[in-house]
C-alpha cells in the first residue's frame, strides 16, 4: 500500500506540472495581438503604397506604349498619301464625311492614299498579280459618352476605298462597271476629278462622295438608291486627353504649314482640344501629328483634367511624316 500511495503521488505531481507550463492567460494574448498590430499595419500600408505606384506607373507606361503605337500606324498610313487636306480642305469636304453634324468628333487628319492589294489580279492559273487602288482616308478625335470606351477621348480610324476594275468581273451594286469579285468599291465611294481648270486644291476640294446611284428592281425598272458608307469610324487608341481648358497649346506650326483647326469646328468641344492635331504641308504632301494620352483615366472615372502638377500622367508624342505619292495636273 505503501508503494500504491508513493506512484500516485509522483504521477498526481507530475500532470501538476504539466497543467501549469501549457497556455496563455487573456493578459498575454491581448498583448501578443497589440504587437502584432504595431508591426503588422506599417508594413500593410507599405505594401498598399507599393501596390498602388505600381499600378500607377503601369499606366502610364501603357499609355505612353499606345501612343507611339499609335503614330507609327499613322505615319505608315501616311507614308501612302498622295495628297493631304490642309484645314481649308477639311472645311470644303468636311460634308461629304461621315456625320458632319456630329458635335462629339472632329476629323483633324484627311487624306487620299494610293495602297497595295496583293495578288489580286489573276494572270493565268494560280499566278497572281498585284494592284493599286485609290482610298479616302480619315482620323478623327472623339468624345461621346459611349460606355464601351473611356471617359477620355479616343481617335478612329474611317476608310473608303476604290475596287479593282476587270471587264470579265462582277456587277457591284451602285457602280455601272465590273470589278474583281471581293474587290468592290466601298459604299459611297467616289474618286476625286483632275480634269477640268484650276489648281489642285481647288479640285480636290471639290470632291463629292457617291450620294445616289440608279439599280435595277425586279421589273427592270430603275430605283434610285441613297448610298450609305460601308465603312464607319474604327477605333485606334483609346485614352487620348479630353482636356479642353488648361491644357498645354498647340506647337506653333513650321512655315510652309498650317494646323488643322477649321472655324467651323471651334464651337464643338472636341475641335477645340490640343490632345490631337496636325501641321499640314499640303504643297509638299507633308504632315507633323501631334497626340498627348491620358494615363489618369485609366485609374479613375472623375477628375480627368490635364493640371501640370499631373503632367506625368499625360504622355506627349510627335511625328513628321511625307507621304511618297504625289498628283500632277495640267
Known sequence: MRALKFLLNIQLKRSKG???VGGFTLIELLVAIV??????????GFMINVMSTDRQEQAKANSEQEIQAALDYIARDLQQAIYIYDATGVDAIKAQLPDPSATDRVPVL???KRELV?????????DKDDAYVYSLVAYYLIKDTNT????????????????????????????????????????GFALFNLDGVGTIEEKMNKWTRLSQYTTK???????????SYSDTPIVLVDFIDQTITGAP???????????????SFNTINTGQMTSFYACVDRINTTAQVFLRGNAIARLQKNNLDYTASKSAYFPTASIRVQGRGYLFTK
Open 118 to 126: 496583293n495578288q489580286a489580279i489573276t494572270v493565268t492559273g494560280s
Open 148 to 187: 464601351t470606351w473611356s471617359n477620355a477621348a479616343r481617335i478612329a480610324r474611317w476608310q473608303i476605298k476604290d475596287g479593282i476594275a476587270s471587264n470579265s468581273g462582277v456587277a457591284c451594286t451602285g457602280y455601272t462597271g465590273k470589278y474583281i469579285s471581293g474587290y468592290c468599291p466601298s459604299g
Open 110 to 112: 484627311v487624306f487620299w
Open 249 to 263: 497649346g498647340a506647337t506653333t506650326c513650321p512655315t510652309g504649314s498650317s494646323k488643322v483647326t477649321p472655324t
Open 217 to 227: 428592281n425586279s421589273s427592270g425598272a430603275d430605283v434610285v438608291n441613297n448610298v
Open 35 to 44: 504587437l502584432a498590430f504595431l508591426v503588422i499595419a506599417p508594413l500593410l
Open 18 to 20: 504539466i497543467q501549469q
